[in-house]
């Protein structure tokens, strides 16, 4: 392929953030297409490449045998020829608190279209601010992409917390020859609650009671009849580097659907607010009425992209991130997503995205 092949994107539009560069590498990756994007986080604070975008970037150019063109920390350009995605051990380390779950998003479709099994060292933090929390990818992330007929081991070494990081993570995966895809759009009734109120460090175990005591008497205003457990633990030492605190509940359903809210505490911000913060964030996700939480709805795009025939989604109120991942998604492969507003009547913030997969093929298997 020639440069004038190269397909150009532009990183500062609608969500704008690293989400658009982790979804195109991996497409680019997946189809042996190559990238040239643009404006990369053109509107953040600190705009352009920050440590965990960059080590993400790096561990698809090692996975792929790729060459990688604008990779520095600030830089706003990048360029991206792919090769034969392998599998095999890949390190990726931000070096800072810089999300290891980020770094997940951007490996996890690459290693399962690869020849043999891969294993990921990730190393950077494992419950960030901004970023799913390593407990949400077990409890939650996990199970819900299974459904595409996939397995993924997940294994926390340590722990890290911001602004430190120093977890790790080892991600095992087994190619597929396909993906499958997915029908969420039954919710079912919401038959438990459980969750894990955590600290870390130095903070005092009662932190963890206080948030988990908060976050049960707010949803008992709302959920009278079910039973609610949250676990409130102290992370052991050998376990966690740096000091920590926070909250992730979810919420099962009768057809197997898993909803979440989660919280971090930080210095100041007193174990109620952050217990409270996590309940109101599952309230919300179990209001509208979808089969999934509004973190999972994005994280779904390019695995519905991907898999072999019609996959649909009950969601809530469709977010900017979602948004963001359709676009890229259908600007880079043949997929057609649609969105309609849900007709049943029972909630009106329900929506239904749909999509027709392209059924990737693992040719290296």
């Known amino acids: 392929m020639g440069d004038g092949d190269r397909v150009e994107i532009d990183g500062g539009i609608m969500e704008g953030g690293g989400q658009i560069l982790r979804v195109s590498t991996a497409l680019s990756c997946l189809l042996g297409i190559p990238l040239c994007v643009k404006n990369i986080r053109a509107g953040r604070s600190q705009p352009g490449l920050r440590p965990q975008h960059l080590s993400g970037l790096e561990m698809v150019r090692a996975l792929c045998d790729g060459q990688l063109e604008g990779g520095q920390i600030g ?12 599998g095999g051990t890949h390190t990726a380390d931000t070096k800072t608190a810089g999300s290891v779950c980020l770094l997940m998003q951007v490996a996890m479709p690459c290693v399962l279209f690869a020849a043999s099994p891969s294993e990921l060292h990730l190393k950077g933090g494992t419950n960030a601010e901004m970023a799913p929390q390593i407990d949400y990818t077990l409890m939650v992330f996990k199970p819900m992409i299974e459904k595409f ?151 779904l795009i390019i695995f519905m992209a991907l898999a072999n025939g019609i996959s649909r989604v009950r969601t809530g109120p469709i977010t900017l991130h979602t948004e963001t991942a359709i676009h890229f998604a259908e600007q880079l492969t043949k997929a057609k997503f649609t969105v309609t507003k849900s007709e049943d009547g029972s ?19």
């Open 149 to 299: 007929k996939l397995t993924l081991e997940c294994n926390i070494k340590r722990r890290g917390y911001y602004p430190r990081g120093g977890g790790e993570v080892i991600v095992g995966m087994a190619p597929v020859k396909q993906l499958s895809p997915i029908d969420l759009t039954d919710r079912g009734t919401v038959t438990k609650i459980h969750g894990r109120a955590f600290v870390a460090g130095t903070l005092p175990v009662k932190l963890a009671n206080d948030m988990a005591a908060a976050a049960v008497r707010c949803i008992r205003k709302e959920i009278r009849d079910l039973s609610v457990n949250i676990q409130a633990v102290r992370e052991p030492d050998n376990e966690a580097f740096g000091n920590g605190s926070g909250i992730i509940i979810v919420a099962e359903t009768s057809t197997g659907c898993l909803l979440a809210g989660s919280s971090l505490g930080k210095r100041g911000k007193n174990a109620d607010k952050v217990g409270i913060e996590a309940a109101e964030m599952l309230l919300g996700n179990l209001r509208h009425g979808g089969a999934v939480d509004d973190f999972l709805q994005d994280q």
């Open 347 to 365: 909630s009106k913030d329900a929506y239904v995205i749909e999509c027709q997969g392209i059924g990737l093929q693992n040719t290296n298997l």
């Open 75 to 86: 830089s706003t350009e990048i360029t991206f020829t792919p090769g034969q995605i392998k």
